[in-house]
């Protein structure tokens, strides 16, 4: 190794090599996701509606099937600039450490102080937010990244933010709530009382530790009813996809310049955006039957959402105001287990990549959280950073399938997304430092009890 190596540990892009469009993957999907509805008509949104809840040129981007290219705007560049082009790093040491006849490749998002990739499409939504002339936004936050991504945007542009943050996050991660406050936001642990959602779920569930689906209710409800207000979310829609492929370009444009192609990606799945943003650029190219890639998609066993939901109609949300997405699903009333520690804990996925997986697009696989720990402290140990325990889902698949490669004698070229840095889980760490984290899988029965609260949609 060392300065004979072909291709370096960092490949980085130059400055202008940073993409002025983001691509749009459902331009070429044969099968177009499907529309979101109204819950209440059970017929697709118009922009209309969307835009008592979204930002009218996010509506656009929402409900926009066919343009495949979507010119990124100047200021959107301009913050671009302060921390993209990000590097794919080639894990020479995680390699060696392994004895692995794979190459393995990581694009890393963490090198902003939001610590993901989130800030990609925080950024635009805000960006939207401000040039509609809007006084702010309120979100939902889990482990905090995106309401500390969306925070850094919204000091930025100068809009003023509401971010309701999952009551166990909240108290678990205190430093988070200060990060965003430094930004200017205001904090609510959800549920709480301070909307009609909140106090109704409160109500049903007297001490419970909240959850996305519940948190988002609660943003959704503060900006419909406060002027000059709307809802972002970050992640699961399709323009949030969108924005993230702003990764996949990067990527691609970077393995290009040294003729790597990759024969496997892979991300882990929350709501599917850093995956959908990864993989897009590649997905086109098979879809227009180009070349072939492997993508998998790697979720936690405790909230297995591809590997055993179902493809259905559902709400995003607990409280049900939201439109209707369909995507696999593992119903909105689950909530996984509170002993569940590594992130990516939402009941739904994107429906862009519900339909790529229905289709047979792709793969998804499922991984305990011990032994995404395990792996998280062996690419700490070797590559030196500190993964967030969402990233390293992703990290967990492609060892095994560096390791498969150890075994067969095949030598395979491995992308995967690390989305991020951990500082803000090292109570997770320190469960499985001490010993006391445990897997918690739910069992069929607790499914089919939030399977059987599916609405009910016509065909
Ligand atoms: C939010 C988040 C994820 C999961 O969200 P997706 O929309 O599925 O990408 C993954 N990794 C990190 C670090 C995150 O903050």
Not at 115 to 122: I, R, T
Not at 250 to 273: F, H, M, Q, R
Not at 356 to 372: F, I, K, N, P, W
Request: hydrophobic share 35%; glycine share 8%; net charge negative.
């Amino acid at each position: 190794m060392s300065s004979a190596n072909p291709i370096p540990y960092k490949i980085f892009l130059s400055e202008n090599e940073i993409p002025s469009f983001w691509y749009n993957l459902r331009a070429d999907m044969p099968t177009k996701p499907a529309p979101l509805l109204n819950p209440a008509t059970c017929r697709p949104m118009t922009a209309a509606e969307l835009g008592r809840v979204f930002c009218d040129e996010l509506v656009s981007q929402e409900l926009d099937n066919d343009t495949r290219l979507i010119p990124i705007p100047d200021d959107i560049r301009d913050f671009y600039h302060m921390y993209r082009p990000s590097p794919v790093v080639r894990a020479y040491c995680l390699e060696k450490k392994l004895d692995t006849p794979a190459h393995i490749y990581y694009k890393f998002e963490g090198n902003n102080t939001s610590g993901s990739h989130k800030l990609n499409s925080a950024i635009a939504q805000a960006y939207y937010a401000k040039k509609q002339g809007l006084r702010g936004v309120t979100t939902e936050t889990g482990a905090g990244q995106w309401g500390t991504a969306l925070s850094m945007s919204c000091a930025y542009l100068g809009l003023d933010l509401h971010v309701y943050m999952v009551k166990i996050s909240y108290e678990q991660k205190p430093g988070r709530k200060e990060v965003m406050r430094t930004y200017g936001a205001s904090v609510t642990p959800s549920p709480s009382d301070t909307t009609a959602a909140g106090r109704a779920i409160l109500n049903a569930h007297p001490g419970t530790n909240g959850s996305l689906g519940c948190a988002i209710s609660e943003a959704v409800e503060y900006a419909t009813t406060h002027e000059g207000y709307r809802y972002v979310l970050g992640s699961v829609l399709n323009q949030v996809v969108l924005h993230q492929s702003i990764i996949g370009l990067e990527a691609k444009a970077a393995l290009d310049k040294y003729n790597v192609t990759p024969d496997i990606i892979i991300g882990c799945a929350g709501g599917g955006s850093n995956l959908g943003g990864l993989i897009a650029p590649f997905m086109g190219e098979k879809l227009r039957g180009e070349k072939d890639y492997r993508f998998i998609a790697v979720e936690p066993a405790s909230c297995p959402s591809f590997t055993r939901g179902r493809f259905a109609y559902d709400y995003c949300d607990t409280g049900e105001v939201c439109p209707l997405a369909k995507m696999y699903t593992l119903g909105s009333q689950f909530i996984p287990s509170p002993n569940h520690a590594g992130g990516l804990r939402f009941h739904g996925m994107s429906p862009i990549l519900s339909q790529l997986y229905h289709d047979g697009m792709m793969e998804a696989r499922a991984v305990e959280q011990t032994s995404v720990f395990e792996a998280a402290e062996l690419f700490a140990r070797t590559e030196g950073i500190l993964p967030a325990p969402e990233s390293s889902h992703a990290i967990r698949v492609a060892i095994d399938e560096a390791l498969k490669c150890k075994q067969s004698g095949q030598s395979k070229d491995i992308l995967f997304g690390l989305t991020g840095t951990g500082y803000f889980d090292l109570s997770a760490y320190k469960n499985y430092n001490d010993g006391t984290m445990v897997d918690s899988i739910p069992t069929d029965d607790d499914l089919s009890q939030a399977f059987a609260q599916l609405p009910k949609v016509p065909q």
